[in-house]
């Protein structure tokens, strides 16, 4: 599938794949986007407490290094696991202009490293900072009462309408701990209520710029 580097309005990149019509982060700002669903509706809720974070969709590693980036910053410990099922090559990934954009050139090699490091294996990236990445199909995960956190960053619904279906949310339900959280920068009626039938109380949220309106939802 061909694909192209894109530069979305706050000036990050992300990938566009045109067959599809469809982009990696949200053509309004991926960086803002990114700290916006997942830092500010999802990670700040565990301020002052050991955290372990899955994420359904490692594309770009953006949520990834923003988040260990937040961690230093409280000396936070993370233990962060990101799902993909088809991995962006390392070189694409290293072409991604958010070490400047974030304005953290002193960091430019942990979010090499990210890339670098092999996948099924857990690598510590700092004291307080863990990662795995694992090569897996989202209907695949059988991880139960592990996670405090899901990002939930799958493609769009409109090219992808399996990953957000009650059989996946499910999935997830079952891997997060007790009062665990999942939060998606998508709004749809459908996905809110694969949620609900999957246990979660389920909130909206206002959305990242150029969307009205996000989920949040807890494990009860």
């Not at 982009?23 to 960086?31: E, V």
């Not at 954009?101 to 863990?130: G, M």
Request: hydrophobic residues 40%; proline residues 2%.
């Amino acid at each position: 599938m061909k694909r192209e580097i894109l530069t979305t309005n706050d000036g990050s990149t992300t990938i566009y794949l045109p067959d599809w019509e469809e982009s990696y982060h949200s053509k309004h700002g991926a960086i803002q986007e990114a700290y916006h669903v997942f830092i500010k509706s999802g990670l700040s809720l565990f301020k002052g407490k050991s955290v372990s974070i899955l994420e359904i969709g490692f594309g770009t590693g953006l949520n990834a290094f923003i988040t260990y980036l937040e961690a230093q910053k409280v000396n936070q410990s993370v233990h962060y696991v990101g799902v993909e099922a088809y991995p962006v090559q390392a070189e694409e990934a290293l072409q991604m202009n958010y070490v400047s954009e974030l304005n953290v050139s002193n960091k430019t090699e942990v979010f090499n490293r990210i890339h670098q490091i092999s996948w099924e294996e857990k690598h510590t990236i700092a004291s307080n900072f863990s990662l795995t990445k694992r090569k897996q199909f989202f209907q695949d995960i059988i991880d139960e009462n592990a996670f405090d956190l899901i990002y939930f960053d799958a493609f769009g619904f409109r090219v992808q309408p399996e990953l957000w279906s009650e059989e996946i949310f499910k999935k997830m339900y079952n891997a997060l701990k007790s009062n665990g959280v999942l939060v998606t920068y998508a709004c749809r009626s459908s996905i809110k209520n694969a949620m609900l039938a999957s246990g979660f109380k389920v909130e909206k949220l206002p959305g990242a710029p150029g969307k009205r309106e996000m989920l949040r939802a807890t494990k009860i």
